[in-house]
């Protein structure tokens, strides 16, 4: 049996196509190791969103090349966002790999993978996420039609795809069938499904559609463009019982000249206004955000607003960033980077350490509540499981509990985890 080895990192939607091509390859006979050794073929999916991204697949490269002259035979497939569209300049850096393909185009993949083996597959797999444990990744628009001066991913990632609504909620029915009880929607600005498509459904459309799918307890859905988060859509999010109360919405700074540089395309007024809307409509909704600092002249009070933001909106997750320089990206080409690195450190040092005490904070609130979780995973000894709102709980039980809603009971709390007791199975859970 031919074996294969799988290197990635990045976002979601990586994990995600990464998921699909492994769920490929198995069906292709591939075997999954643990080490790159000896592995007759290395599946890169690879990041650039930071220097540091890129670094660590510049490295990994670099040792593959050494591998790969130890035995010959191995082959090596990049794939993600380190593939630009014209990989000329890479195949030339990197001459001991053998295939390069943008993220998300898998025919590339398969055709090469054809005329590899020389058969025709019939199924095509990738089209179904893997099924390990209760949740699943499922994309359901590609690219991003936006250029925020910083971010490379639209170079990488292309224009907006989405895909058709029956194509999505088929896909999802089958995974319902077999077994999965929550769903992550996957784009990198997943508020503006639907746009491409004809009849312009939109994601309150497609919500409302999934909600319908029997079997199914939980949707999610990643990520939120706070230009694009509309009554309507909010609307949906109140109303559909399936829909998790849990959105991330990133700021990416908390001051209106540094989000004007960053061509973000709202206020600081705005965002605010918008967090209050939600947390209004949607009762208990937990909102996380995205901050980057040291943004190209980002001056200390420019950071304080930032500071600000953090502390007034007492977000449930902060993911902080330091301003990194892509090539390519406006920020890069007419930006001097002026933050020094020791200083863009300080400034994120800030900001976790107002946020660790925030999210002490709230997670201390749910001490002695009842609430549901869908557990995941044990680990360690212990059930793993998510709140609708993504905290993430563990408790101790014997009996097997994969994939099951159960109700339980909050005994104590840090930052980032709560610890509970196993009450019962959710009654939710014995409807479905
Ligand atoms: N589509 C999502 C996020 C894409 S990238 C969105 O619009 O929010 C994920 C996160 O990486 C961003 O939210 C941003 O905070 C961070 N990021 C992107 N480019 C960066 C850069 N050049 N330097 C530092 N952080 C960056
Ligand atoms: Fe990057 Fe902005 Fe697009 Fe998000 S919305 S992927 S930050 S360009
Ligand atoms: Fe990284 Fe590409 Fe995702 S740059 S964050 S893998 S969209």
Same mark, same amino acid.
């Not at 459309?205 to 859509?233: C, K």
């Not at 980032?416 to 014995?430: D, F, G, H, P």
């Given at each position: 049996?031919p074996?294969?080895?799988?290197w990635?990192?990045g976002?979601q939607?990586n994990?995600?196509e ?14 999954l190791?643990e080490?790159p050794r000896?592995a007759?073929?290395?599946l890169m999916?690879?990041c650039?969103v930071?220097g ?6 510049v ?7 050494g591998?790969?002259?130890?035995s010959?035979?191995?082959s090596i497939?990049v794939t993600?966002?380190?593939v630009?569209?014209k990989?000329?300049a890479l195949?030339e850096r ?5 295939l ?16 590899k ?5 019939s199924a095509?797999?990738?089209l179904?996420a893997?099924?390990?444990g209760?949740?699943?990744?499922v994309?359901?628009?590609?690219g991003?039609d936006?250029?925020c001066t910083?971010?490379?991913? =639209?170079?990488r990632?292309?224009? &907006?795809?989405?895909?058709? $609504? /029956?194509? *999505?909620v088929?896909?999802?029915e089958g995974?319902s069938?077999r ?6 929607l996957?784009g ?6 639907g746009h491409d498509l004809p009849?312009?459904p939109d994601?309150?459309?497609l919500?409302?559609e ?5 079997g ?8 939120s463009h706070?230009r694009?988060?509309d ?6 999010m109140?109303r559909?019982?399936k829909v998790c109360e849990?959105?991330?919405?990133p700021a990416q ?5 540094v ?16 967090v209050?809307e939600?947390?209004?409509?949607v009762p208990g909704i937990?909102?996380?955000?995205d901050?980057i600092?040291?943004f =190209?002249?980002?001056t200390?009070a &420019?950071?304080?607003h930032? $500071? /600000?933001l *953090?502390r007034?909106?007492?977000f449930?997750?902060?993911h ?6 892509r ?5 890069s080409?007419t930006l ?5 690195i020791?200083?863009k ?12 005490s925030?999210?002490s ?7 002695g509540?009842r ?5 995941e995973?044990?680990?360690?000894g212990k059930?793993?499981?998510r709140?609708?709102?993504d905290?993430?709980?563990f408790?101790s039980d014997?009996?097997?509990h994969?994939?099951?809603l159960v109700?339980?009971?909050i005994t104590s709390t840090s930052p980032?985890?709560?610890q509970?007791?196993?009450l019962?199975?959710s009654?939710k859970a014995?409807?479905?």
């Amino acid at each position: 049996m031919p074996t294969y080895y799988l290197w990635n990192i990045g976002c979601q939607m990586n994990k995600s196509e990464s998921e699909r091509l492994g769920g490929y390859l198995e069906a292709e006979g591939y075997r999954l190791v643990e080490t790159p050794r000896g592995a007759d073929l290395v599946l890169m999916n690879t990041c650039v969103v930071r220097g540091s991204a890129e670094e660590r697949v510049v490295g990994e490269l670099g040792y593959l090349a050494g591998l790969k002259k130890r035995s010959p035979r191995m082959s090596i497939v990049v794939t993600g966002c380190f593939v630009e569209s014209k990989p000329g300049a890479l195949k030339e850096r990197f001459p001991h790999v053998d295939l390069w393909f943008p993220a998300g185009k898998y025919e590339e993949f398969t055709s090469w993978m054809k005329a590899k083996t020389l058969h025709w597959s019939s199924a095509d797999p990738l089209l179904t996420a893997a099924a390990n444990g209760p949740t699943a990744f499922v994309p359901v628009i590609q690219g991003c039609d936006y250029f925020c001066t910083y971010c490379i991913v =639209p170079y990488r990632r292309g224009r &907006e795809h989405s895909r058709p $609504v /029956d194509e *999505v909620v088929c896909e999802v029915e089958g995974l319902s069938r077999r077994g999965i009880k929550e769903i992550t929607l996957l784009g990198q600005n997943i508020n503006s499904y639907g746009h491409d498509l004809p009849g312009r459904p939109d994601l309150a459309d497609l919500l409302a559609e999934l909600n319908d799918v029997p079997g199914l307890v939980r949707i999610r859905f990643l990520t939120s463009h706070p230009r694009d988060v509309d009554g309507r859509f909010i609307d949906a999010m109140a109303r559909l019982g399936k829909v998790c109360e849990c959105i991330s919405l990133p700021a990416q700074s908390g001051d209106d000249r540094v989000l004007q540089a960053m061509r973000r395309g709202y206020t600081i007024a705005q965002y605010r206004d918008l967090v209050q809307e939600l947390r209004q409509h949607v009762p208990g909704i937990a909102i996380s955000t995205d901050i980057i600092v040291g943004f =190209p002249g980002e001056t200390e009070a &420019e950071f304080q607003h930032t $500071v /600000d933001l *953090v502390r007034d909106l007492r977000f449930d997750t902060v993911h902080i960033a330091a301003y990194s320089p892509r090539p390519g990206t406006i920020a890069s080409r007419t930006l001097p980077d002026t933050t020094p690195i020791e200083e863009k450190k300080r400034r994120v040092g800030i900001i976790e350490q107002l946020q660790e005490s925030i999210a002490s904070e709230i997670s201390l609130g749910l001490q002695g509540r009842r609430i549901e979780v869908l557990v995941e995973r044990k680990t360690k000894g212990k059930w793993e499981g998510r709140t609708r709102t993504d905290k993430l709980v563990f408790f101790s039980d014997n009996a097997d509990h994969t994939g099951e809603l159960v109700d339980v009971e909050i005994t104590s709390t840090s930052p980032w985890s709560l610890q509970a007791t196993l009450l019962s199975r959710s009654e939710k859970a014995l409807a479905t």
